[in-house]
């Protein structure tokens, strides 16, 4: 058990782990993303400086309770967030909502670069909202050989 600071400490290199939070009666699924973790991509996964913000600010800006504002059937970490920095990433556990924020400095990378370095695969080249990581990739491709399962298939197995 950790508290939010220490939680994102933990996992800035590891920003697609499942985690659950305790409810007051169970521990349930939760997401990342809700307790405030930004991925920065370049500078060995800290703030670029020439960014805006740090990950610290961002897990600020959480909400203590951590509780949905909106009235939604759906999850709390199954809803994606508002903002535009977020980033739809497909792993082998499941599908993650990540904030992401890119190296801003003059003469960096493109985007889609950045994640590549990251080892994200983009989806696409001109501003990417949806990566895949290389070890979702090789177990598609290895599931897909051996035992012939479709896109579609292996991606509800996720």
């Known amino acids: 058990l950790s508290c939010k600071t220490c939680c994102i400490k933990q996992h800035k290199l590891r ?3 499942q985690v659950q939070k305790w409810n007051g009666r169970f521990f349930e699924d ?3 993303w809700l307790v405030g973790l930004v991925l920065h991509l370049g500078h060995a996964r800290a703030p670029c400086p020439a960014g805006e913000g740090s990950w610290e600010d961002a897990a600020s800006h959480v909400d203590d309770e951590w509780e949905d504002i909106e009235e939604s059937h759906r999850l709390a970490h199954l809803n994606p967030p508002d903002n535009r920095n977020y980033l739809t990433v497909v792993d082998t556990g499941s599908v993650h909502f990540c904030n992401v ?3 801003n400095c003059p003469g960096s990378e493109d985007s889609h670069l950045q994640l590549t370095m990251a080892s994200l695969f983009p989806a696409m080249t001109k501003a990417p909202r949806m990566a895949f990581t290389f070890q979702v990739l090789d177990d598609f491709i290895r599931d897909n050989v051996e035992c012939g399962t ?5 991606y509800s197995k996720l």
């Open 15 to 17: 920003p697609f782990h």
């Open 30 to 32: 939760f997401t990342l």
């Open 150 to 154: 479709s896109t579609m298939n292996y």
């Open 101 to 103: 924020q890119y190296c």
